[in-house]
């Protein structure tokens, strides 16, 4: 896994040259908003910091037809330690990498798991509809149930 950091806070993770994951750390900060993710994401990760008195103009989102591909899911650790395990799509080991409370990871590639290192709370958002058993295809990895 090769992890690009751009500034402090954001973390790219790479495999064979293909993005598995967004973290955005609880560190990080900035003046501006910002996005992480390339337009053609399906799943999109930004930070928006706004100022006392500043104001969101009411807003709708148009009906926009979509095709998704593949489901992305952001997860926030609201509370815990978790240790994500990232795999090749032919299910097999590549690395993992430790979340702390706060973090936020957006999944774009490759399959994943999860160690529980503490009482945990995630919060976890992706696109849906969600399809039931045929959304996921669940196999063997390195994580150990405590």
Do not use: A
């Not at 037809?65 to 994500?84: A, Q």
Request: with cysteine.
């Amino acid at each position: 896994m090769i992890k690009e950091i751009t500034e402090e806070g954001l973390e790219y993770l790479y495999h064979e040259g293909e993005l598995y994951s967004v973290v955005l750390r609880n560190s990080f900060t900035s003046n501006t908003i910002r996005f992480f993710t390339p337009d053609s994401f399906s799943q999109q990760l930004g930070y928006l910091p706004h100022k006392k008195g500043n104001i969101i103009k009411p807003h709708k989102h148009k009906i926009n037809k979509r095709e998704i591909l593949y489901t992305h899911e952001v997860i926030l650790l609201k509370k815990g330690k978790v240790k994500v395990n990232f795999y090749k799509n032919e299910k097999t080991y590549v690395d993992s990498e430790m979340l702390n409370e706060g973090d936020i990871i957006l999944l774009c590639g490759g399959g994943h798991g999860f160690e529980l290192l503490e009482d945990t709370i995630m919060i976890e958002i992706k696109q849906g509809p969600y399809v039931g058993l045929d959304d996921k295809e669940r196999f063997e990895g390195v994580e150990e149930c405590k």
